[in-house]
């Protein structure tokens, strides 16, 4: 067999010329979409397409992977998930952040409107304290709610693990039976066949 003889650095200018065709963005969405029931059983119990070796909530692999370095950095920024200054998009702070801003708004503006001018100051303060109160609250029931959530769903995997292992035992109890059944008809059969007389 011939080997190939062609000079490489000769390649036609026409594969070179022509440019690569642009790829299309799509933007981002602007907020998270709620998830599915599977993607929240998926976070609570484990995504079964992430790889095996991979530590539940981290980034080492522990089958010939890196650890991701730290720096000082990392350690006094407000990151959530390492990626990058987002302590907003933490579960539960969209919604604590925007009734604390309601309520705040609210009392801060009830009391301006009733005391008038002379006090402003006491309705900026009355304000953060309504926000930092209601935004703490809300914060705290929706991660309790959360935590149910969490406990409802790990409920209904034992659950569904205990309708399957009780299918299974049916299956098989049902299985033996009809195996029984089978042995006891195959044993009256050659009771049946044998003959009832003999003659030495």
Not at 65 to 75: I, T, Y
Not at 119 to 147: E, H, P
Request: proline share 6%; hydrophobic share 35%.
């Amino acid at each position: 067999m011939a080997e190939d003889t062609r000079d490489p650095n000769n390649a036609s200018s026409d594969d070179q010329s022509q440019p690569e065709p642009p790829r299309i963005r799509r933007p981002k969405p602007r907020r998270d979409f709620p998830k599915s029931q599977v993607g929240k059983m998926w976070d609570a119990l484990g995504n079964p397409e992430e790889p095996v070796n991979t530590m539940p909530g981290g980034t080492y692999n522990s089958a010939g992977g890196k650890p991701v370095e730290v720096s000082w950095k990392d350690a006094f920024s407000f990151s959530y998930d390492g990626k990058g200054p987002a302590w907003y998009q933490t579960p539960c702070a969209r919604d604590s952040l925007l009734v604390g801003i309601a309520s705040g708004g609210a009392v801060g503006g009830l009391r301006f409107v009733l005391r008038g001018l002379s006090s402003i100051a006491a309705s900026a303060n009355l304000a953060v304290a309504g926000f930092a109160l209601t935004a703490s609250g809300m914060y705290y029931w929706c991660d309790q709610r959360r935590k149910e959530e969490a406990r409802g769903m790990a409920a209904a995997v034992v659950g569904m693990r205990m309708l399957h292992e009780k299918k299974a035992r049916e299956k098989k109890a049902a299985e033996e039976a009809a195996q029984a059944a089978a042995a006891a008809k195959a044993e009256e059969e050659r009771i049946r066949s044998q003959r009832w007389y003999k003659f030495w």
